[in-house]
């Protein structure tokens, strides 16, 4: 069993920068994929960006691409989201997750965290 513990989330202005972390109970933190999603009130959770187990590669939803980075840190066991020009529709519970076997935009992913707040106002 993988814990995933985020924080980072809070109230920002719009055009304003917040930082998520995650941090992962794995024992071998780099054989899994890790991702970030979204869910706004009212809305299906949804994808915004993945990392690959080495960190070697990312990608991103449209939406965020430009003002967000994924990266991670294997020898913390942490992964980040920096958000940068945060707009009013980012507003969401945040969520960190993971899979050994799986590195893409779907609810795929084996294990979840318990999400952290991001309110974005306008």
């Known amino acids: 069993q993988v814990q995933l513990v985020e924080s980072g989330g809070g109230l920002v202005q719009t055009g304003g920068s917040l930082s998520l972390s995650c941090v992962s109970s794995a024992h071998t933190f780099d054989n899994y994929a890790m991702a970030w999603f979204r869910q706004a009130p009212g809305k299906e959770r949804e994808f915004v960006a993945a990392v690959a187990w080495s960190g070697s590669s990312a990608y991103y939803t449209d939406s965020v691409k430009g003002r967000f980075t994924i990266s991670r840190d294997n020898a913390e066991n942490t992964v980040y989201l920096q958000m940068d020009t945060l707009k009013p529709e980012d507003t969401a519970v945040y969520y960190c997750?993971?899979?050994?076997?799986?590195?893409?935009?779907?609810?795929?992913?084996?294990?979840w965290g318990q999400g952290t707040q991001v309110t974005v106002s306008s």
């Open positions: 997750a993971a899979d050994p076997n799986y590195y893409g935009p779907r609810l795929e992913y084996k294990y």
